[in-house]
Every structure is written in C-alpha cells, then in structure tokens.
C-alpha cells in the first residue's frame, strides 16, 4: 500500500532562517506530488506540482521554492523565512494519469514564524 | 477565473443531517470531490462524484451535483461528533491533476 511521510510534524523558526521541509511517498512510482499551504482559518492553496523529477511547476510567486532530487521525493525551501510563511504545510501525491484526480495527503507540517 | 466558493461554518445537533454546499466555475471538472480534514490533520478522500451523475451515495453520505448551476452538496445523515472537521470541496482544473479547493467548511456537532 502507498504511504506518504512528512516530515518533521512541527517547526518553530525565526524571520529570516533558512527552511527545509520534507515529503516523501512510498509504494508507488512516478507520481505527481504537490505542495499546499493552509493558512489559519483559509483555504488550500496550490504552491508548487510535480510531473517528474527536476520538474516544478509554481502556482503562485512566493518566498518559497520546490525541489524534487529524487522520483518519491519533494523538498519544500526558503533562504529566508518571513513571518506570512507561517501556517500548515500539506503534501499531496496522485497517480499519474488517472482519469480521476485523486490526490492522497500527507499529515502537514506545522510552521511557524516568529 | 477559477474559484469554489464554500460557506465557512455550520453547526448541527448530533443526529440530524448536514448538508455541506459549494460552487465551481470550470465546468470541464470530469469529477468533483470531498475531502475531510479532522483537527490538526492532512485531508482524506470522503468521497467524489463523476460529472454526469446527479446522485451519488455512500452509507450516510449523499453528494449532489448541478451541473447547470455549478452546484454541489454533501449531505450526512444522521451527524456524530466524529464528522466535526472541515469539508474541502473541489473541482479539477487543467491537467497535471491539479485540483482547486474551496476554503474549507467547519462542521461543529453538537449534543
């Protein structure tokens, strides 16, 4: 069965610091994967996706930036926090291809900034 | 552009139905989707309903779909205090199955 890891589960970091968070997904392969941030009391909203390794796609321009070195693997950074990059970190994965767009949802990061 | 609009908050007593609303604009969307997302969680998959069906249900939910006025409602019949979380509607958009979510309804049930 497949399974999708976050990693870690809580952050705290100060304006300016660097961040490096983590997803990684087992049991299948070539997936799409995604980066949403759920800000306190908002929506989901598409940051990054992926169709391959190397390939990102970002949704909106930000401090933030995406990286996928490996094919399970989705590496969400900054070089220098700011406090709106505060909130809930979601990571996704879908089958590629699939006529349904099933996405499967990692269990979040929480960052905060301070 | 594209955008699913939901209303932020409903509140219920423990037993009675629920009925979750939202609205689309990409009438393209082949499916649309319920996801539930309990306190401090990723969402999971509730259930999707595929754009030619008015109707679709699944034990105590029941989804549906007007395509005509982009409308769509999840119902749960007979509400527990463990439906209290946030119901995220959301259509597809373009293609790398990108899927555009609404804000998120709050379910609060109450004794």
């Known amino acids: 069965s497949q399974t999708i890891h976050q990693w870690p589960a809580t952050l705290v970091q100060p304006v300016g610091s660097p961040l490096s968070l983590e997803c990684t997904v087992e049991?299948?392969?070539?997936?799409?994967l995604y980066w949403y941030r759920q800000a306190a009391g908002r929506g989901l909203q598409l940051l990054f996706y992926?169709?391959?390794?190397?390939?990102i796609s970002s949704e909106v321009p930000q401090n933030l930036s995406a990286s996928r070195p490996q094919d399970r693997q989705f590496i969400l950074s900054s070089k220098k926090l700011l406090l709106s990059d505060s909130g809930f970190y979601l990571c996704?994965?879908?089958?590629?291809?699939?006529?349904?767009?099933?996405?499967?949802f990692g269990p979040g990061t929480r960052l905060t900034v301070l | 552009g594209e955008d699913v609009e939901q209303s932020l908050f409903l509140s219920v007593r423990e037993g009675d139905s629920s009925v979750i609303n939202c609205t689309y604009t990409?009438?393209?969307?082949?499916?649309l989707y319920w996801y539930k997302q309990e306190p401090g969680a990723g969402l999971q998959l509730l259930t999707y309903?595929?754009?030619?069906?008015d109707m679709k249900q699944d034990q105590r939910l029941t989804v549906l779909l007007n395509k005509k006025d982009k409308h769509l409602s999840l119902r749960i019949a007979d509400t527990q205090t463990g439906d209290s979380a946030i119901y995220f509607c959301?259509?597809?958009?373009?293609?790398?199955?990108?899927?555009?979510f609404g804000a998120g309804t709050r379910l609060a049930v109450h004794p």
């Open positions: 990409d009438s393209s969307s082949t499916y």
């Open positions: 992926s169709v391959g390794i190397g390939q």
């Open positions: 959301a259509e597809e958009s373009g293609g790398y199955n990108k899927l555009i």
């Open positions: 309903i595929f754009s030619n069906m």
């Open positions: 049991g299948t392969s070539n997936p799409n």
């Open positions: 996704a994965w879908s089958i590629r291809g699939n006529p349904r767009n099933e996405q499967f």
